[in-house]
């Protein structure tokens, strides 16, 4: 909304990228350590649409292990009173996800407590040809049929004594 962007190039697998691109935005921004824009209203029609379990297309070749070992690259998508939730299926966690942008109302931030960095999601509605699928950084989810969930949910179960976070 703004125009601003940043950038950050590292050659390293960790947070730290992540972390230095949050501290100059909130910098450009005149933002506190910590501070997140405050929570707008969640349009319940367009939550309740996307509501569901949503799941790598191909998880077999999901490109980043350490992500989907972390999220099992399956989500679900839920309403819960006022509020959009983001559950992941592997560590049962669910975060909060508030409009974004007052001009985008597909456009979320995923609130994760204690994280100084923003992390983002886009609900894509369905096009023709394609299904509903939600984009958590630079990958895809698309809706998952009932015997995908069920493999999903079994594969959370199997695979929860991991050490991860979101």
């Keep these: 909304e703004l125009g ?16 230095i691109s949050a501290g100059i935005v909130k910098i450009l921004l005149g933002m506190e350590p910590g501070a997140f824009p405050s929570p707008k209203k969640v349009n319940k029609k367009l939550a309740k649409e996307f509501e ?20 099992l ?14 559950k992941s299926l592997r560590l049962g966690k669910k975060y909060p996800l508030v409009p974004a942008s007052t001009t985008d109302p597909y456009f979320f931030q995923i609130v994760v407590p204690d994280v100084e960095r923003p992390r983002y999601l886009i609900l894509k509605p369905a096009k023709q040809g394609e299904q509903k699928a939600i984009l958590v950084g630079l990958n895809q989810y698309v809706r998952l049929n009932k015997k995908q969930i069920a493999k999903a949910k079994l594969k959370a179960i199997f695979w929860a004594w991991l050490p991860g976070e979101f």
Excluded: C, H, W
């Design 52 to 71: 569901g379990y949503y799941g790598s297309p191909e998880p077999e070749f999901l490109s980043d292990f350490r992500f989907n070992m972390a999220t």
């Design 73 to 86: 690259g399956a989500y679900q998508i839920k309403v819960k009173d006022d509020e959009l939730l983001l």
């Design 4 to 19: 601003v962007g940043v950038v950050v190039l590292a050659n390293i697998m960790n947070k730290a990228p992540y972390e």
